[in-house]
């Protein structure tokens, strides 16, 4: 069954618009949460990460969302570029290095 | 570029056949994963090794099996090829330390496999 549940299935931004996508979980042994970024002929990229002892992680336009008690996620991308416009996967894991458990993916479209 | 790379690129098998994918891990990295991507899902994980042994299955039959090399190239195996195996497959490598801790797993470009 799926272990990581995502939200929404595609997602149409305007340029310089934030972007949400949104990720729940079931297991709470999971410690590691990552969001990938997918293009078309490419492998997943990793784009960022958190553990559940912090509720929030700023890397430059991309900020992940750490909700422990409701087992959600998120990841927001803040002034959106054309150039974003990719497949975003979010995943969990128990231990970093081992079975990731991805969500179905989100396909984003910026728009300029 | 995450320095793993895989091969081949494309292929087309048909049902029944056996085939071999092969993965070259980036310099440094000890474990290696494989995943198995349908069009339009997330990757699915196949198994893990570490020190060449298999280190952790996901829901996938006997007939997908793998080989870790000393240099830490791996291999994945897919005996009895069925229509349901056409998907994008990844490898992924990482590092565990010594106290068992796992480092973050960077992806290869996958092999596009068709079986007809």
């Known amino acids: 069954q799926q272990q990581v549940k995502q939200s929404p299935q595609s997602l149409i931004v305007q340029k310089g618009g934030i972007s949400i996508i949104n990720c729940a979980y079931e297991?709470?042994?999971?410690?590691?949460f990552p969001w990938y970024q997918q293009f078309p002929g490419k492998g997943p990229a990793l784009l960022i990460a958190?553990?559940?002892?912090?509720s929030e992680k700023k890397e430059g336009r991309f900020t992940i969302s750490f909700n422990k008690s409701a087992k959600q996620f998120s990841l927001h991308i803040m002034d959106s570029q054309p150039g974003d416009s990719a497949t975003y996967f979010c995943?969990?894991?128990?231990?970093?290095?081992?079975?990731?458990?991805f969500g179905k993916g989100t396909s984003l479209l910026v728009t300029p | 570029e995450t320095g793993v790379t895989q091969s081949p690129t494309h292929l087309i098998k048909t049902r029944g056949q056996q085939v071999t994918l092969r993965c070259s891990s980036q310099?440094?990295?000890?474990?290696v994963s494989w995943y198995q991507q349908a069009l339009g899902q997330g990757p699915q994980f196949i198994f893990q090794?570490?020190?060449?042994?298999?280190?952790g299955r996901g829901n996938f039959p006997p007939r997908f099996s793998g080989l870790q090399f000393p240099n830490y190239s791996s291999e994945l195996n897919v005996n009895a090829l069925e229509l349901d195996d056409s998907a994008l497959y990844l490898c992924?490598?990482?590092?565990?330390?010594?106290?068992?801790?796992?480092?973050?797993?960077?992806f290869g470009p996958g092999t596009r496999l068709l079986v007809l």
């Open positions: 995943a969990a894991s128990i231990n970093s290095g081992y079975a990731l458990n």
């Open positions: 090794y570490y020190r060449e042994e298999e280190n």
């Open positions: 310099s440094g990295h000890n474990t």
């Open positions: 992924a490598s990482g590092s565990a330390r010594l106290t068992g801790q796992k480092e973050t797993q960077y």
């Open positions: 297991n709470t042994a999971f410690d590691y």
């Open positions: 958190i553990r559940p002892d912090v």
